[in-house]
């Protein structure tokens, strides 16, 4: 149908979500609210799209049960987030980038269905039969969150005012995806989050057909349901944050709205929307996000394996947890071997000294070299000694916060030092090296360095193992650094230490390892025999809460090292590669994450027509021409516009990660292109929009009520789509369910070149 050609509809009700059909004046806005009993035809409809939505339930249930059992072995990331259940019920401490809700789920999960936790889920391909693990309980909880999502999705459409079918074809392309599928019935976190993304947008829709009813009971329900859903999100991932941004720009475009002065509103009136906004949108749902942390710290307080992640401060707050039970106070002329944190690499030093000319022509001190080394090794010995009158024994010959130190290298009896001379391999930095005890006087001042514990009070001790400190140069402020580039053969390829002028660089921390012997030489063995046991730690809920938060973000970010099936976002609209999840070699099988190719290309067409749409629009009426009736109008851009805006936060953003992409990165996304999908595909086949009940001529503020009827051509054409998809997803069905093929078999259902397959035909 040409775009230009005039639709013929009733004027209405402003459609759910931020679009408007059409106006209504203030006066009617004002006007008391008063529902109506639905008439017998909408009775008759709502009744329709009950039978509906429950027959998605089902019809997404049994497509994610089906052989759910199969493989009875460790699938991809079930390595991972099966791994964390168990730890939640052993209750062990461990690290992970995302949020902890949906982990929690999935320990719920196996606390309900009798895991114990002790399998560790160490590799794909683990057998649980053989390890009696009740798999098959830990997955249905997914499979349940995922069968849930896609009435959800198909309600979504409904309350937003679309008929039956195009509700059900939105839905019906999340149903019978295969990529939804895969991810969805496995021991996976995306079944949670895509679960609560849908329930954020459905809560949303909800809110905003209350708009009329501002401030009543209905009203704060929904707002609060919105923030809840959005807390949910944002706790199963740190990609949540994309649906806060979704729902963000919708509604400060309808404050935006509201604030205009043609309505007559007081600022004191907008201003209380965006007050109740905050609350309902900002605290609430943080509030809920600090409370799965808090529940997070609850379960988790044994040793784990998170362990070496968090600082000593938090560490020191776990039962069993080695500084807790290690940990020592550092004393003046104890002898000592000192660890970098991030490189894990002995402070080291050797008879040996840098060479006269490095290769690019510097000169160097020519000075005992200074290194870091892997392995332990005597050269690793550094005795502490004051540079203050200490007395012989007792609590003052503890080192403690900002005392100023000197590091005596034991095998080769000199001292540490630094001076204004380049390093080896970065001539911006200051050089290490050492000097013997007879010269020290004459360059006393290059050998003072201050401990800087951190996260410390003033005069706090000095420990081993929990102790990670800065040591700063006293002349020049730099501290004490190393990098993991290994210096020529000259240093035996050793890791450079040099003079790191950056005072806030979180790789500036070190820590001392052990304690090899006290100022007499005596063992330190004979002194910890008499330490007292230590009591368990406490620390701040918030303070423990921001720093796991800082450190989530700096890993996450850090996830960069390759991967065999990793991709960029711009194949995945159009699933241009997938991942391989599970391969059994002696029956051909292979569980291979795809999308529904036909699916997933109607979705990305339907963006892209949609935008189209847009601009054609936006074009014509530059030239004074109209070719979109007001209503549909409307409700393209807004409503439309709305799920448009959702898809783009949840794809774009990627492009701006550094961090492994995977195509089950791009599944939120896809659900919100497939309510595009179904919001342009009404456009095209439906020719009316939604018309109001009206009594005595006058529109009540009833929802919507939705009497736009596909004709028998739009019928068929639905139909045809709908059986297309269900034929794309039953062709590759053996790779979401793992299903025996021959290698013709796999080959013939390569759909595209570009995908990975296992246990392809041979070409001759």
Not at 187 to 210: E, G, N, P, R, T
Not at 239 to 258: K, N
Request: proline fraction near 5%.
């Amino acid at each position: 149908m040409s775009l230009a050609r005039k639709r013929k509809t009733e004027r209405t009700e402003s459609s759910p979500l931020p679009a408007h059909t059409q106006q209504s004046s203030e006066d009617e806005k004002r006007r008391p609210f008063k529902p109506l009993p639905p008439p017998p035809s909408l009775r008759a409809e709502r009744f329709q799209s009950l039978i509906t939505a429950t027959a998605l339930f089902v019809g997404a249930f049994a497509l994610r049960f089906w052989r759910i059992s199969h493989p009875d072995q460790v699938v991809f990331d079930e390595v991972h987030f099966g791994a964390f259940a168990g730890q939640y019920l052993r209750r062990e401490y461990y690290f992970d980038v995302h949020p902890p809700l949906a982990k929690m789920l999935n320990g719920l999960a196996g606390y309900l269905v009798g895991f114990d936790g002790e399998f560790g889920f160490d590799s794909i391909g683990d057998s649980y039969t053989d390890h009696k693990v009740p798999y098959i309980g830990m997955r249905s909880f997914c499979a349940i969150m995922g069968s849930i999502t896609v009435p959800i999705v198909y309600a979504i459409m409904r309350e937003s005012g679309y008929p039956i079918g195009i509700a059900l074809f939105s839905a019906w392309l999340v149903m019978f995806d295969n990529g939804h599928i895969t991810q969805t019935r496995l021991i996976l976190l995306d079944a949670a989050l895509v679960l609560f993304m849908a329930l954020s947008l459905y809560c949303y829709v909800k809110f905003h057909q209350q708009r009329y009813r501002e401030f009543s009971t209905s009203w704060w329900f929904w707002l609060v349901a919105t923030g809840a859903s959005l807390a949910c999100t944002l706790g199963c991932k740190m990609v949540g944050l994309f649906t806060f941004a979704s729902i963000g720009v919708a509604v400060l475009w309808d404050l935006w709205m509201i604030m205009d002065i043609k309505k007559g509103h007081p600022m004191s009136y907008v201003w209380k929307h965006f007050w109740y906004r905050v609350v309902g949108l900002v605290v609430i749902p943080f509030i809920i996000y600090l409370s799965f942390f808090w529940i997070h710290f609850k379960i988790l307080i044994y040793s784990g394996p998170g362990d070496t992640f968090m600082s000593p401060a938090f560490q020191e707050t776990l039962q069993g947890n080695e500084l807790l039970l290690n940990a020592q106070e550092i004393r003046y002329f104890d002898t000592v071997t000192i660890k970098h944190k991030d490189t894990k690499a002995f402070l080291h030093s050797h008879e040996a000294n840098y060479p006269l000319r490095y290769d690019d022509g510097r000169i160097s001190s020519q000075g005992q070299q200074v290194t870091c080394y892997p392995h332990n090794d005597t050269n690793n010995h550094w005795q502490i000694l004051p540079t203050r009158e200490i007395p012989e024994t007792g609590r003052g010959r503890v080192v403690r916060q900002n005392d100023v130190i000197q590091l005596l290298h034991v095998g080769s009896n000199t001292i540490l030092l630094t001076h204004d001379v380049a390093s080896p391999l970065m001539p911006t930095n200051q050089e290490f090296t050492t000097v013997s005890k007879e010269d020290e006087p004459n360059r006393h001042n290059d050998t003072l360095f201050q401990v800087q514990i951190i996260d410390a009070h003033e005069g706090e001790a000095w420990k081993s193992l929990a102790g990670h400190f800065k040591l700063v140069h006293i002349p020049t402020k730099v501290n004490l650094w190393t990098h993991p580039t290994h210096l020529p053969e000259w240093a035996f390829g050793q890791q450079e230490v040099n003079g790191n002028k950056s005072p806030n660089d979180k790789s500036n921390a070190w820590f001392v390892n052990d304690i090899i012997s006290d100022g007499t030489g005596r063992d330190f063995k004979n002194r910890t025999a008499v330490v007292e046991q230590k009591q368990i730690k406490t620390r701040s809920f918030i303070k423990k809460f921001v720093e796991l938060q800082i450190l989530m973000l700096q890993h996450n970010a850090g996830l960069t090292s390759e991967h065999p099936y990793a991709s960029s976002p711009v194949e995945w609209p159009f699933c241009l590669s997938g991942i391989s999840f599970w391969t059994d070699g002696k029956t051909n099988q292979q569980i291979y994450m795809i999308g529904n190719l036909i699916g997933w290309w109607i979705c990305a067409v339907s963006v892209s027509v949609f935008i189209g749409i847009l601009g054609a629009d936006m074009l014509a009426r530059r030239r004074g021409l109209d070719p979109i009736e007001d209503g549909i109008r409307n409700r393209m851009y807004r409503n439309t516009g709305f799920f448009c805006g959702t898809w783009a936060f949840h794809y774009f953003p990627f492009y701006l990660m550094a961090r492994q992409r995977f195509l089950h990165h791009y599944l939120p996304a896809h659900l919100a292109s497939a309510l595009i999908a179904g919001s342009v595909l009404n456009f095209i086949l439906v020719e009316t929009v939604n018309y109001p009940i009206s009594v005595a001529g006058q529109a009540t503020r009833l929802r919507p009520m939705v009497r736009a009827k596909l004709n028998d051509k739009a019928l068929a054409v639905l139909m045809g789509l709908l059986f297309t998809v269900v034929g794309i997803w039953a062709y590759t069905a053996p790779f979401t369910y793992g299903l025996t093929l021959t290698e013709t078999q796999v080959s013939a259902r390569k759909l595209l070149s570009t995908w990975t397959l296992h246990f392809e035909a041979k070409e001759n």
